[in-house]
Each structure stands twice: as C-alpha cells, then as structure tokens.
C-alpha cells in the first residue's frame, strides 16, 4: 500500500516537474490580448512557434509563423523571430515593464482585405511595412509608422498608384494617412474615442497625366466633387 501511494506521488511530482519544465506552447495565448490568438502552436512555452491570428472584423493570420525562445538572464527577455520581420525582436523585461525592441513588420498589402469591405473590393496589391521604435508595452502615445510601398489595386488601370505613410498612435488609436509619391493623392484621419468604433475620414484626388485614366477609379470609392472623393471608413472592432 505505502509503496503505491508513494509510486503514485512520484508520478504526481514528475508530471508538475515536467508542466514546469515544458509548460504547452499554447499557455502563452493565456498572456496574450483577446485581439491576437495562437494557431498550431508548436514546442513549449520557453521555446516554439506558431501562426498569430488577429482579430479584427474577421480573423486574419500572418503569413509566416512565429518563434520565440526565452532567456531568464540577465533579465527575462523573449526572443521572436519569423520571416516577416526584418530582424529579431525582444521583449525584455526592465524591472519597471516590458519594453519591446526595434523592429519592422513587412507584410503583403493582400492582407488589408480583411480590414474592410471596400480593400477586399479594392483587391491591394504591394508592400506594408510596419516599423515602430523601441517601445514599453502599455504606454500612451506610443507611435508607429505603417508604409504602403507600390501600391496598386486590382481594379485600377495605373499600377503603382503609389506610396503612402501612416502615423499610428495607441491609447487611443489614432492614424493620420499621407501621401509619398504616386499619381493618387490619398489623405486624412482616424480615430477610436474609448469604446466606440474607429472612424476614419479623409479624401482621394488624382494629379498628373494620370488623371483622366483614373476617373472610373475615383469613381468608384464614390461621388467625385470637384475632382475629389470623399472618403468615410468605419470598422466594427
């Protein structure tokens, strides 16, 4: 009898042993924001990887999977890596908060379509670039900065239309779109106040030899007025 209890807390014991040395890699979704999700993650907590899901109007996945591996010294950091970003980043912690490193984001513009109805109509064609600085997670203000390089719509006669930039600001959201180059001029703001939807207004134009092959194409974001759209996007997350 006692050598049964006592096989049977050994067992016990090296189950909460191994928990501890190999917790499941799908833990770490317990950590996360509701807005991102782990999908087949593999490995443990310490070290794996897995697809990130974002949840947005829909779920939307980033092409590529993400690893990471941690190290507890000399202070707990988290190494991430994967083929859409530039560079590895770390999540480190700096005994007031976690701090994130440096890092670019670079992603097909195709994965815009999910955002809103009128991209998936739109079907965008080129380059996003998320890049943001050094950040502690949390903090108000903290600014990005999102690039659409070459950009292009399936529908539109004038590949690339062009590039543009947009200054992201968390807590609260707010976004402000310019244009870098390009034929059609695309320009305005967002915001989300605390609870409500984001709003984003602005307008789109078209300049140069361009123009009047662009005409259908401004007609189609909507009524053009005085050779500009107005623009009003609304999201539901």
């Known amino acids: 009898m006692i050598r049964k209890v006592l096989f049977t807390c050994v067992l016990i014991a090296g189950f909460l042993i191994g928990l501890l040395y190999a917790p499941p890699s799908a833990w770490l979704e317990r950590l996360l924001p509701s807005v991102l999700q782990l999908n087949m993650p593999t490995g443990t907590v310490w070290k794996g990887s ?5 949840q947005t109007d829909q779920v939307q996945a980033l092409p590529n999977r993400l690893h990471w591996r941690w ?4 202070w707990p ?13 770390y999540l480190r912690w700096q005994g007031n908060g976690w701090r994130l490193s440096q890092g670019r984001l670079q992603l097909p513009a195709s994965t815009l379509h999910r955002l809103h109805p009128l991209f998936n109509s739109l079907k965008p064609e080129g380059q996003l670039s998320l890049e943001w600085p050094t ?21 539109s ?26 034929p059609l001029i695309l320009e305005g703001s967002g915001q989300a106040p605390a609870g409500q939807n984001f709003v984003f207004t602005g307008s789109a134009s078209a300049s140069g030899p361009e123009l009047e092959q662009l005409n259908d194409f401004l007609r189609f974001l909507g009524p053009v007025e005085q050779g500009q759209v107005k623009l009003k996007l609304q999201s539901a997350y």
């Open 157 to 182: 006669p004038i590949k690339p239309l062009g590039s543009y930039q947009a200054q992201l600001q968390w807590q609260p959201l707010r976004i402000n779109l310019s244009t870098e180059s390009g």
């Open 77 to 89: 950091e988290i190494e991430l890596s994967s083929k859409d970003l530039s560079q590895a980043v």
């Open 50 to 54: 897995a697809q990130l899901l974002v």
């Open 71 to 74: 190290q507890l010294t000399p």
């Open 135 to 155: 950040l502690a997670l949390g903090q108000a203000g903290t600014n990005v900065t999102l690039h659409w390089r070459q950009a292009s719509a399936a529908i």
